[in-house]
């Protein structure tokens, strides 16, 4: 088996070295705000017609943890 060299790019590394949000959706929580209106969001619809929407609602009614969203913490029993 042959030895493989990595040649490291010192200045790229150096640029992306810093800590951010996981990204597991985009855009990320830190982006959604309460006073995001209805007409904020007509005028973003707006911006691009020809896409299709989509949305993805979260309901946090969940009875065991699991590592899907990140988002629920405390799990609660289930419930008669």
């Not at 982006?31 to 691009?48: G, H, I, L, M, T």
């Not at 009614?61 to 590592?67: E, T």
Request: proline share 9%; glycine share 2%.
């Amino acid at each position: 088996m042959s030895e493989q060299q990595i040649d490291w790019d010192l200045a790229l590394i150096q640029k992306y070295n810093y800590s951010g949000p996981r990204y597991t959706s985009y855009p990320t929580a830190l982006e959604f705000a309460e006073d995001f209106e209805e007409a904020a969001f007509s005028q973003a619809v707006a911006r691009y017609p020809e896409r299709p929407l989509s949305l993805y609602v979260h309901i946090p009614f969940c009875h065991k943890l699991c590592y899907f969203c990140g988002c629920k913490q405390n799990c609660h029993p289930p419930t008669a």
